[in-house]
């Protein structure tokens, strides 16, 4: 069990379309762009993207989600020969400085570091994590000709702050939790964009709150991209 999800991070779900990929950076041509029609659940949700590039991102955000999650299944069951108490403790995952480090007050500091350490000991598992966040801030803060009519909403800066805001522990659990009945039940890793949102304006708040620089730059009055999905 890893930090209270179960005995698999990964709930049972449809596999990803195997042809979709990321688009280049800085529009150029991707090599196998996703169509805003062909994976619609809701044409409103394309609607609100805009652009083919943003839906492609926003579709592979959820499949690198679903691959850090797999792969951290990996990384725990290895863990868990070894050190089952740590490995199933609850805590947290984010990144800081290229590293994933340990969000939590359950493990004393000996455990934390063996803990870090065995997961920063696989560079797959650390890719993944900085490719995601990555991602997002090209699906929350797309720039230039990329870019789409955000009404006043953006996240400007959003690659200053993303690591210190997702916490991928906390959004694999959101995963597993989604209902069967929803509209993203057959395919629930793809609404990490809303997920990770979610926790991007959460910890807005709260670190303007403790006195923080409004270094994110968001009209925090209007609504969030993904919020009524």
Known sequence: MIG???????PSVMSSPANVSRPAKGGE????PVSAVEYTLDDSWYA???????????????????????RLDLVTSRMRTIRPDIADAPYDLKLDQGRLVVVGDALDERSRIWLEESVNGDRELVRLAKDFNELAVEVL????KNAFNTKGRHYDK??????????????LKQVESTSPASSWGWMPFQHA????EEQVMA???????????????RRMDTPSFYARF
């Open 4 to 10: 209270g999800v179960g005995s698999s991070v990964l």
């Open 29 to 32: 041509t991707a090599s196998d």
């Open 48 to 70: 609100s993207t805009g652009t083919d590039y943003h839906t492609t991102n926003a579709w592979h955000l959820g499949t690198t989600l679903e691959a850090f999650g797999k």
């Open 141 to 144: 803060d797309p720039k230039g």
């Open 158 to 171: 959003l690659d200053m702050t993303i690591d210190r805001s997702t916490r991928f522990v906390s959004l």
């Open 193 to 196: 964009a809303g997920l990770v």
């Open 203 to 217: 910890d807005t708040y709260e670190y303007q709150a403790k006195g923080g620089t409004i270094e994110l730059l």
